[in-house]
């Protein structure tokens, strides 16, 4: 017999790491998810940009159905066929030659950091390892890739933490050019900061800071968990920059939900992974490569990446509509389906008011930091619904302002 579950069981049994939501979600289908109680909501969150092709995706229900079938998990002693398809679709799109499977963003960031790190080692000593990395940016929650990440409140209490690490000021060319060295072994960036805000790269900023890469031969590394397969309108978010890392990771979206992460890596730079420096029992495993390559089958057509520019200006074209009625939001921005509204400063710390009024009106935001309503819907989330999230999305706004007049 199942047993009965409700979201007092959490409380109860769970690490309270966590603060969830009051419902419990038990199905979704596409953009739309229903709770335990039969309440129906549209899913403007995607999973925190992950569940990129939506819901129950019916070409990748029955591709995990026909992997499922065949084969599960081997273990890196052997290789396996959708590993290598994966990772021959990966090297074709992108800059890259070779790739080192994963099961998270976390981990995928762990394997880049590392490997930026033994590179430096095996050109130029032990002296080249300092890792620079901007503020407000997240790379994961393990050790080394939350103290590379720059939120200090991630890292509090968890004291002794890794070395070599180095925090500035994102899209300020000044600062980084006073950090950086020749002890400088990697500059680690987001193309486009998500949990710190929904802040991209300046253009100009993300060509001086590979030329100061360059410069001082430290390795550029993009972690792309959040923004990469299709996010942001083009396969990567990379292509739009105008530069090539030397490392890339990506995660999220990658899987739709099922655990797959991916680095990617130039020939010159993977050399240095060599056999024995690295490893994971589940990373490239059948049944995540298998899915993980449909998911990018079906991103990576012009019709998915400019269906999620055109998505992008649905979302700007209602964000500004509510806004010009109801005044609460001081910036609207974002690429592609990854976009984030900062409130006003009358609003400040509130961002999160949005998230619970919309989650009463049936539908699910996000909030990126204290002050952004962000949205990272499903890339191919149909028009319909987001007409119909955004008449909920106002009355949540309508309900957050008469709530901070009381
Ligand atoms: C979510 C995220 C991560 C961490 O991914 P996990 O799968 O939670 O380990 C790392 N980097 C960025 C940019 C992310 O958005």
């Known amino acids: 017999m199942t047993e009965q579950v409700t979201r007092a069981t959490f409380d109860e049994v769970m690490?309270?790491?966590?603060?969830?939501?009051?419902?419990?979600?038990v199905r979704g289908e596409g953009s739309r998810v229903w709770d335990q109680e039969g309440k129906e909501y549209i899913d403007f969150a995607g999973g925190?940009?992950?569940?990129?092709?939506?819901?129950?995706?019916?070409?990748?229900?029955?591709?995990?159905?026909?992997?499922?079938?065949?084969?599960?998990?081997?273990s890196n002693v052997m290789t396996n066929e959708p590993a290598l398809r994966l990772a021959k679709?990966?090297?074709?799109?992108?800059?890259?030659?070779?790739?080192?499977?994963?099961?998270?963003?976390?981990?995928?960031?762990?394997?880049?950091?590392?490997?930026a790190r033994r590179y430096a080692f095996d050109h130029f000593g032990p002296e080249k390892n300092e890792i620079i990395s901007f503020y407000q940016s997240f790379h994961g929650r393990t050790l080394f890739t939350v103290s590379v990440g720059g939120q200090p409140?991630?890292?509090e209490g968890f004291a002794p933490v890794?070395?070599?690490?180095?925090?500035?000021?994102?899209?300020?060319i000044d600062a980084l050019k006073a950090l950086i060295s020749d002890k400088t072994c990697a500059v680690v960036m987001e193309p486009i900061q998500g949990e710190g805000g929904i802040i991209p790269a300046a253009p100009e900023f993300a060509k001086q800071v590979r030329a100061l890469c360059d410069e001082h031969k430290a390795l550029l590394v993009f972690d792309e968990v959040q923004s990469g397969v299709g996010r942001t309108g083009t396969l990567y978010a990379y292509e739009q920059t105008g530069v090539t890392p030397d490392i890339l990771t990506t995660a999220k979206s990658l899987g739709n939900g099922f655990p797959v992460a991916a680095m990617l890596a130039t020939e010159e730079v993977a050399k240095s992974l060599a056999v024995g420096t690295h490893g994971s029992t589940y990373g490239g495993n059948p049944l995540a490569a298998a899915i993980a390559e449909a998911v990018i089958d079906i991103v990576d057509t012009p019709e998915v990446l400019e269906g999620v520019n055109k998505r992008h200006q649905l979302f700007v074209d209602e964000l500004t509509a509510i806004n010009d009625k109801y005044h609460v939001f001081k910036d609207i921005r974002g690429m592609g389906l990854l976009m984030g509204a900062e409130v006003t400063d009358e609003l400040a710390g509130h961002a999160k008011d949005f998230l619970a009024h919309a989650a009463?009106?049936?539908?699910?935001?996000l909030v990126a930091?204290?002050?952004?309503?962000?949205?990272?819907?499903s890339l191919i989330i149909p028009e319909a619904d987001i007409k119909e999230g955004f008449e909920r999305f106002e009355r949540a706004v309508a309900k957050t302002v008469a709530d901070l007049k009381k």
């Open 153 to 155: 409140k991630y890292t």
């Open 15 to 25: 690490a309270p790491n966590y603060a969830p939501a009051a419902m419990i979600p």
């Open 360 to 365: 009463d009106e049936g539908l699910f935001v």
């Open 369 to 377: 930091g204290p002050n952004v309503v962000r949205f990272a819907p």
């Open 162 to 172: 890794p070395g070599g690490i180095t925090h500035c000021e994102y899209n300020d």
């Open 89 to 115: 679709k990966l090297t074709e799109k992108t800059f890259a030659d070779r790739v080192f499977f994963a099961n998270s963003g976390g981990e995928a960031n762990e394997a880049a950091f590392k490997l």
């Open 48 to 74: 925190i940009a992950v569940t990129a092709l939506g819901h129950s995706h019916p070409t990748l229900v029955e591709t995990m159905r026909e992997q499922a079938g065949k084969l599960w998990h081997l």
